[in-house]
């Protein structure tokens, strides 16, 4: 192969998912940080989905590769399975023999598992990869899982991973009370332009290249035009790049490399091809159009629940509509809302909104969050709250609330009247 042409110990594009190759790009970070999130709450459940190639499975590696001696795992990834194979399998990667037991037995040995390790205070995750082929019957045995549960806390957490189509079976109106199981929900896009590059300059660096630029700078773009960002569609066309340089006897790759392998590939540019999805242009845990009529009309989304306004020394700096879904405060880019100080842990807090509600959560952070001076776990907020986060204050809007003021008042000084009264 080409690996002594280009000096490197190892082949950088390989598809397989090793962990050591992982580029974090700001929504893999983030997706990373919703997974590790589940070890963080004894009622963790969360939904990761992505396009084919787009780093799922690489992610559930490093992920697995980080965890700690008591958290007990069990992996599924064969998933066309029935009611009773799901179950069986489960139990298999417990350690168990179930094939002989029918579905009671199965159910009772699992659930005895379940509360055996947890009062063992060990934390037990099923992780289930490409989840969009469960079957309906199977997501319902899950749900059923998740809430195996001791007086105070859930005995199971639990991840799924898959295509898009697994949002579709989730927000399907049989799976209502999974869905609303579920604490946090993802969508992993593709990679923009610039991470692509850093993608791929990533991987060579992992494979030895030593900060030697084996791709020439304006191939980027070109590789960029015919894989969209997606990582798998990226290795597969840098290797062959790679291959057609090593054919020159060339130990760097150049745009006449780049469009060999795509004829090669019989590859069309990616924004032609209807079944590929290109890098979303800002990430969110949970997107949502707001509806036509609501657009046509001038009028806000009827999803918008509430706003937070961050403010430090009684200054606003931010303003944040709340929808229904979660939004991750902390300290590093790949948060929905990063506050840039030594106060605020990686990932400090949450707010999570339902249509009926809102909530703030701690993120096991170093300094925590604090309501009237008290230092809380979780809150309940209502039109008005001022958290605490470090130096920052976070203020709560309940746009549910109805509001008589004159067209030039602020929201700030509508809160201040409102305390006052």
Known sequence: MYLELFKLHELPFRLSPDPQFLYLSKQHARAKAYMESTIWFTDGFVVITGEIGAGKTTLIETFLKELQTDVVVAQ????????????????????????????????????????????????????????????????????????VETTKDKALRIILAGQPELNDKLNSPEL????????????????????????????????????????????FPVIYRYTGGVPRLTNTLCDTCMMSAFAANRDHVTVADVEAAVKELQWSEFTSNTNRVPALPTASAEP???????????????????????????????????????????????????????????????IVTQPDSCVIEDLNSTNGIYVMSKRVRRHNLNDGDVVHVGQHEIMYIDERVPRHRPSDMTDTEVLDKDKVE
């Open 288 to 350: 949502s159009a707001e509806p036509a009529a609501a657009r046509a009309s001038g009028t806000s989304s009827p999803q918008t629940v509430g706003r937070i306004l961050l403010a430090q020394k009684g200054e606003t700096a931010i303003e944040r509509e709340l929808k229904p879904g979660r939004l991750v405060i902390g300290r590093t880019p790949d948060n929905d809302l990063q506050i840039d100080s030594k106060f605020i842990s990686r990932h400090h807090c949450q």
């Open 76 to 147: 599924i990834n064969q998933t066309q399975l029935s009611p009773t194979a799901f179950l069986q399998t489960v139990l298999v990667q417990f350690g168990f023999s179930p094939f002989a037991m029918k579905k009671p037995e199965v159910l009772a040995t699992l659930n005895q598992y379940l509360m055996e390790q947890h009062q063992s205070g060990r934390k037990i995750l099923l992780i289930v990869d490409e989840a969009q082929n469960l079957s309906s019957r199977v997501l319902e045995e899950i749900r059923m899982l998740s809430g």
């Open 176 to 219: 209502v009370q999974l869905a609303q199981r579920v604490r946090l929900r993802f969508h992993l896009s593709a990679l923009s332009k610039t991470e692509t590059a850093a993608y791929i300059e990533h991987r060579l660096e992992v494979a030895g290249s030593q900060g030697r630029h084996i791709f020439a700078e304006d191939t």
